[in-house]
């Protein structure tokens, strides 16, 4: 199952974003879904999840900043990033947690 990101951009430090993820051919609501994100040349990181009962986690780095929602009726899953910083710049991809098949991400560029 290939889950596909969108939504990125280029934004100022302080500046927020919302990325979505979109899930095909699949019930959607049956599976948990995480967002993750990749410097280049760094390993890629897990920074929020969100189960199929809706119960989330995120890495310390997000917390308090970035929300993950889902829209079950939508086939959705969503990141809103508030309070964007410069080492929040990166790759962002999500994937069905446990699922080892990646989708497109989208970048992210926070600069002034």
């Known amino acids: 199952v290939q889950l596909q990101a969108s939504g990125g951009g280029s934004v100022q430090p302080g500046g927020s974003l919302r990325l979505s993820c979109a899930a095909s051919?699949?019930?959607?609501?049956?599976?948990?879904v995480g967002w993750y994100r990749q410097v280049l040349g760094k390993q890629r990181d897990l920074i929020a999840s969100?189960?199929?009962?809706?119960?989330?986690d995120y890495a310390d780095s997000v917390k308090g900043r970035f929300t993950i929602s889902r829209d079950n009726a939508e086939n959705t899953v969503y990141l809103q990033m508030n309070s964007l910083k410069p080492e929040d710049t990166a790759v962002y991809y999500c994937?069905?947690?446990?699922?080892?098949?990646w989708g497109r991400g989208t970048q992210v560029t926070v600069s002034s």
């Open positions: 994937k069905v947690l446990g699922s080892e098949s």
């Open positions: 969100i189960t199929s009962g809706g119960i989330t």
């Open positions: 051919g699949i019930i959607f609501r049956f599976y948990g």
